[in-house]
């Protein structure tokens, strides 16, 4: 938002939060802020995508590293953090794992709770 006036940019922020849009979430490299409708988030995505195809949530598993995995490890069954996920999201989820996203995280769940 280069080029606005001081002020404008959370004006226009604030605008949009009170015309249906949820708050904006950090991407993970940290250079830009990602917008959704209110609603609109992996969480919904995982749940609406298990009941297409008659998968009870009670079964989902949701991994993530960041803030914007967090409706989607909070709506599943079991919400998982990788080892290299932000730290403040950590404590919130049901397992974290000993390995990153770039060290087979996923496998690690599937071996502990689905192969189990």
Request: charged letters at 15%; one cysteine or more.
């Amino acid at each position: 938002m280069t080029g606005c006036a001081p002020g404008a940019p959370n004006q226009t922020l604030r605008s949009l939060f009170w015309t249906g849009w949820a708050p904006p979430v950090p991407n993970p490299s940290g250079r830009y802020l990602e917008f959704n409708a209110r609603g609109v988030n992996k969480g919904a995505g995982l749940l609406r995508l298990a009941a297409a195809l008659g998968v009870d949530p009670s079964e989902t598993i949701a991994i993530g590293d960041n803030w914007n995995d967090w409706p989607m490890i909070r709506d599943a069954a079991l919400g998982v953090a990788v080892a290299n996920a932000v730290e403040d999201m950590k404590p919130q989820c049901d397992y974290v794992c000993t390995a990153s996203c770039n060290e087979n995280a996923v496998a690690e769940v599937i071996g502990k709770f689905v192969l189990a």
